[in-house]
């Protein structure tokens, strides 16, 4: 399982970003996916995930109302919209993917990871 992710950046406060999580090495419908974040000096903490069949989410409530997870599956590409950035949104974000029907919001429910992008938000 391969998961590449890209899209960070620098963006201002208010601003939005689009992430992918391109995947290969898997059936991708048959998996459910996460992004986590990761700032300096913290731990790693969950940030959105979807199900299987992208008909259920689950959000931090840091970011509910912002953040928007989906998936393409014809794509084999997991997106996570980010708009109305936060400097308290600046992080490394991980995409994950873990083998099920829905969605898991431990890191320690998934085996497999992307190598991370960075999200800076200027205030």
């Known amino acids: 399982v391969q998961l590449q992710a890209f899209g960070g950046g620098l963006v201002q406060t208010g601003g939005s970003l689009r992430l992918s999580c391109a995947t290969s090495?898997?059936?991708?419908?048959?998996?459910?996916f996460a992004w986590f974040r990761q700032a300096p000096g913290k731990e790693r903490e969950f940030v959105a995930a979807i199900s299987r069949s992208g008909g259920s989410t689950s959000y931090a409530d840091s970011v509910k109302g912002r953040f928007t997870i989906s998936r393409d599956n014809a794509k084999n590409t997991v997106y996570l919209q980010m708009n109305s950035l936060k400097p308290e949104d600046t992080a490394v974000y991980y995409c994950?993917?873990?083998?099920?029907?829905?969605?898991?919001?431990?890191?320690?429910?998934?085996?497999?990871w992307g190598q991370g992008t960075l999200v800076t938000v200027s205030s």
């Open positions: 090495g898997l059936t991708f419908d048959d998996y459910s």
């Open positions: 994950a993917a873990r083998y099920g029907s829905y969605y898991y919001t431990s890191v320690s429910d998934f085996s497999s």
